[in-house]
């Protein structure tokens, strides 16, 4: 039994502990590239493929799916799977499947239609949040107070459309980040990305022909992050930023498990018993007025070192077990069971 990997040099990465976790379980592990055009071949002694690709990497946003999909075809095990990675980075697409489940998602509209979207525009209600397909950490996330300023958005998704690297989102984030880290090359980013364009914006093309928006649901300052890994589940809290509506990306996290809704918890679970994702990050925000939780948005991937500071994570029966934990060997783990059930 061998286990590819696909490493990235960026930080937080899940394939660092991958490697670290087959390391010091003495699990048969090889490095290999995924971008080569040899990598089918160079998978012939391998029984699972795992790579984190990421959204912001314009070589994995326009290969990783493809290459990994046509790798699970050939009957080897993978890591994001199918079911755990077709709606990656795709808002829209999340939409449809959480409808489709039943989850308790947030209400939204989406239109392919310019016509349609202006008639809407003229008889729903206001604010609603305004979202790109793509990107993380609220970069292409807008509140919309104004019918006006929906007709703007709509006309222009319709037109030109939306740069996918927006500067001044850019620059805000890169400097949010400076402010809780004080790392020079985050605020060497937020000033770069204001005379440069990053290669990810300059190769990638607008955003058009759609226009999507979600019902902002009035809350409490927060949302909540669930994620599952197979039986197993984690959380935290994030803050929504100063002067802003919007948590993801905030920095600001509170990562006392008593403030966690066990609801959230208990849904999210149920719903990726339907997803069967082998890892999932759900995020909520919760009705100040019905107490209702919603689903924003869900993703399979995260920034790894961000949950090191959480207090413990649940099984599926909703036991909470206190300590520290390693999420990443559980994909190993689940990676070498699904290869003993495969045969």
Not at 88 to 94: G, L, P, R, W
Not at 189 to 211: D, T
Request: with cysteine; aromatic share 14%.
């Amino acid at each position: 039994m061998k286990i590819a990997i696909h490493h990235n040099n960026w930080p937080s990465s899940f394939s660092t502990y991958w490697i670290q976790y087959c390391v010091e379980n003495g699990i048969d592990y090889k490095i290999v590239d995924c971008f080569s055009t040899d990598i089918v071949s160079d998978l012939h002694d391998c029984n699972a493929l795992m790579w984190h690709h990421s959204h912001d990497t314009f070589m994995d946003a326009i290969a990783a799916k493809k290459i990994l999909f046509a790798i699970e075809h050939s009957g080897k095990i993978v890591f994001p799977s199918f079911n755990t990675d077709w709606h990656f980075d795709d808002k829209v697409a999340q939409k449809y499947l959480l409808e489709a489940v039943n989850a308790s998602v947030v209400p939204s509209s989406i239109f392919y239609d310019k016509k349609k979207a202006l008639e809407w525009a003229n008889t729903t209600t206001f604010p609603k949040v305004f979202k790109l397909k793509g990107g993380s950490g609220s970069k292409n996330v807008q509140l919309v107070g104004s019918k006006s300023k929906a007709e703007t958005l709509i006309n222009k998704a319709f037109g030109g459309g939306f740069s996918q690297f927006n500067r001044a989102n850019h620059f805000n984030y890169y400097l949010l980040r400076y402010k809780k880290t004080k790392q020079v090359s985050h605020i060497v980013k937020a000033f770069g990305g204001l005379i440069v364009k990053s290669k990810y914006g300059k190769m990638q093309h607008n955003e058009k022909g759609y226009v999507y928006f979600q019902e902002f649901i009035e809350n409490d300052g927060f949302d909540l992050r669930i994620i599952i890994v197979g039986d197993k589940g984690f959380g935290l809290k994030r803050l929504v930023r100063e002067n802003d509506f919007r948590a993801s990306g905030s920095g600001n996290i509170i990562y006392d498990v008593t403030q966690i809704d066990e609801n959230c918890v208990k849904m999210a679970f149920e719903i990726n018993k339907k997803i069967k994702s082998q890892s999932i990050a759900f995020d909520f925000v919760i009705d100040k007025v019905t107490n209702v939780p919603y689903i924003v948005e869900i993703s399979y991937a995260y920034a790894a070192d961000a949950y090191k500071a959480c207090e413990g994570y649940w099984t599926d029966d909703l036991k909470f077990h206190p300590g520290s934990f390693n999420p990443q060997g559980w994909m190993v783990e689940d990676i070498i069971k699904q290869i003993k059930i495969s045969g």
